[in-house]
């Protein structure tokens, strides 16, 4: 599939296999054009995406988990209902039902862990988000932050729970609130702009301009290391400190599965 992508995108912008240095010349608005017609044309699919070619990046997902950078500081997190989105997108980019969810983790754990797994999220429709949550976002990017900080690095850990009717807390939520977004999607995945809402994306921009500038997101937010997990929850009403708040992390083993595709 990855090599089906890679090929309408060639053709689309009218380049060969030993064409790869010209993709520097092609403006930004030819690529997003190229982007939307492999969207039409390959269903289904993140038509831009990273991938593991053994060159720009490890050539497999092993190589870049055992890749660690200990001497970058790491603030690393995810929003609480990632995957509702995936679930209201046409296209199908990322699957979200409980078959294909299972399916995929019986395909790449060994049976017991992958039953164990399985077990630990209820046959419901919320039982269903947080296995494709933790599956696809939390999981690996808690796994991700663990292994920067055993490696030495600084660390601090976050959960984006800012939840709207409907879609809860969902995939991108988050950058409204750091961006000043506006428009109908805004007002989807953000809610109506209530004092609390102004409020909490004000401590948002000053914990990563603090980050980017300090190299530490501020006093009021915990590093992150092992056992505690310290855990920064972001709310309208105001944001708390929790260690270790999935109940679910340790079916997983520290195991992450790779997307299909």
Known sequence: MRLQVARRYAEELGLGANDGDRLWEVPPERLLA????????????????????????????????ATVR????????????????????PGNIMSTTREALTRRLREALPDEQAESVIAAYPDSPSGTRALGTDLN?????????????????????????????????????????????????????????????????????????AFVRDGAPGPDWPAFATPERATTIFTPDGDRVEDDPNPRREVWRGIDVMPRG
């Open 34 to 65: 190229a982007q939307q017609a492999v969207r039409q044309a390959v269903p289904g699919t993140v038509p831009a995406a990273p991938w593991f070619d053994g060159d720009v990046v490890p050539g497999s997902l092993a190589a870049a988990q």
């Open 137 to 209: 976002f939390a999981v690996p990017t808690q796994h991700f932050a663990e292994r920067h900080r055993a490696a030495g690095g600084a660390t601090w850990f976050y959960r984006f729970d800012a939840a709207v009717p409907v879609i809860g807390a969902t995939h991108a939520a988050e950058l409204p609130y750091l961006w000043d977004w506006s428009g109908p999607l805004t007002l989807i995945i953000r809610g109506r702009l209530t004092s609390g809402r102004q409020a909490l994306g004000r401590r948002i921009k000053d914990h990563w301009t």
């Open 70 to 89: 200990p001497e970058i500081p790491l603030l690393a997190g995810h929003n609480r209902d990632e995957v509702t989105l995936f679930q209201l997108l």
